[in-house]
T-cell receptor, first 112, second 108 residues
Framework: ETGVTQSPTHLIKTRGQQVTLRCSSQ?????VSWYQQALGQGPQFIFQ???????GRGNFPPRFSGLQFPNYSSELNVNALELDDSALYLC???????????FGSGTRLTVV | GIQVEQSPPDLILQEGANSTLRCNFS?????LQWFHQNPWGQLINLFY???GTKQNGRLSATTVATERYSLLYISSSQTTDSGVYFC??????????FGEGTQLTVNP
């Protein structure tokens, strides 16, 4: 059984650019959530996808957008990057939003 | 929204000591998980425990849902237990709300 995998592991972007982060959910899981973790803080919920539909969104601007594909993998897109977007981005998957969530290792994004 | 408070924020132990981490939450929850964040950033699921008591080796957890708190016990701590421990709760809906974490340092 494969776990949650994220790519890339590290990324450096320039302010104003766009970035796409990728997540493959754990086998058998149909729900993917994205979280942003700033240094020294707990993760903050960005949004969740359940069976390819957005199912809840946190307090993030529209320049944060996402997709879920038929194989339940997911992308997080961030447009017009700002310095404050520098963070660890974590993806989590679950089956039918029950029995807890499994997290990937994250993508560390640095905006310069 | 729901509030999650963890205590203590920092904890320093000698190897072999026992410890208790606490998580208080402000509303009823459907899901409560304890995570250990390793130095590389990955959140390792320790327990899925919306209520009751569970044990896994040197770790155990208890959630008293009616009183809105959960405890994580670490016995005979080892240096590899160092890291940040997070409590996260889910109410109705889709999101996990995390506490600010407890930074645990176990010295040899």
């Amino acid at each position: 059984e494969t776990g949650v995998t994220q790519s890339p592991t590290h990324l450096i972007k320039t302010r104003g650019q766009q970035v796409t982060l990728r997540c493959s959910s754990q086998s058998g899981h149909n729900t993917v959530s994205w979280y942003q973790q700033a240094l020294g803080q707990g993760p903050q919920f960005i949004f969740q996808y359940y069976r390819e539909e957005e199912n809840g969104r946190g307090n993030f601007p529209p320049r944060f957008s996402g997709l879920q594909f038929p194989n339940y993998s997911s992308e997080l897109n961030v447009n017009a990057l700002e310095l404050d977007d520098s963070a660890l981005y974590l993806c989590a998957s679950s089956k039918d939003r029950v029995y807890g969530y499994t997290f990937g290792s994250g993508t560390r994004l640095t905006v310069v | 929204g729901i509030q999650v408070e963890q205590s203590p924020p920092d904890l320093i132990l000698q190897e072999g000591a026992n410890s208790t981490l606490r998580c208080n939450f402000s509303d009823s929850v459907n899901n409560l998980q304890w995570f250990h964040q390793n130095p590389w950033g990955q959140l390792i699921n320790l327990f899925y425990i919306p209520s009751g008591t569970k044990q896994n080796g040197r770790l155990s957890a208890t959630t008293v849902a009616t009183e809105r708190y959960s405890l994580l016990y670490i016995s005979s701590s080892q240096t590899t237990d160092s890291g940040v421990y997070f409590c996260a709760v889910e109410t109705s809906g889709s999101r996990l709300t995390f506490g600010e974490g407890t930074q645990l340092t176990v010295n040899p």
